[in-house]
């Protein structure tokens, strides 16, 4: 509590003197709680997850995912609550206990089907056709290709056809 009341009284002494929204967005940083990056991507860990309109149940509930395993993007963070971003940028507050580290991504292919190959290459044999709006585990992303399982089917595919990691991310 008391640390939520000196940040209130920093932004209000700041904003007093005109600082700007960087200076602002530099002392928010300050007071991530978690000490992770934001913006990051997570998943949601239930099946029913109640995204809320702020940070604390006596907000209302906007929406419920019924969806394990959906990627969202923590965009910010108060306490034990995150402000999320998912795939059609809607944003809202989900408490951090349902959330998960885990990597996933939704498959967001443009002209069709998205392909999990044997290798990171398009030359390579394809493994299995991946429809739009699946949900994948990611297990590794490089440059350009993502390793990624879906239902005992595992294979490389393209990260352009993934929403849930950023483009120039790289993971193991």
């Not at 998912?86 to 809202?92: F, R, V």
């Not at 089907?113 to 297990?139: C, H, M, R, W």
């Amino acid at each position: 509590m008391g640390r939520k009341i000196i940040f209130i009284a920093v932004v209000l002494f700041l904003s007093g003197f005109g600082v700007g929204k960087a200076s602002l967005a530099q002392t928010e940083e300050i007071f991530n709680n978690s000490g992770l990056e934001i913006p990051r991507f997570v998943s949601v860990r239930s099946d029913k997850v109640f995204v809320r309109t702020g940070p604390a149940l006596r907000y209302p509930i906007k929406w419920v995912y019924k969806r394990e395993g959906m990627p969202v993007e923590i965009i910010q963070e108060f306490d034990t609550w995150r402000k999320i971003r998912d795939l059609e940028d809607g944003e809202g507050w989900i408490h951090q206990s349902l959330l998960s580290g885990q990597r996933n991504a939704v498959v967001t292919q443009e002209d069709g089907n998205a392909y999990f190959y044997k290798k990171p290459e398009l030359t390579s044999k394809k493994v299995a056709q991946i429809e739009n709006g699946n949900v994948i585990t990611l297990d590794k992303c490089a440059v350009s290709w993502c390793k990624a399982a879906i239902n005992g089917f595992s294979g490389w595919i393209e990260r352009k056809s993934l929403w849930g990691i950023y483009d120039t991310e790289e993971f193991d």
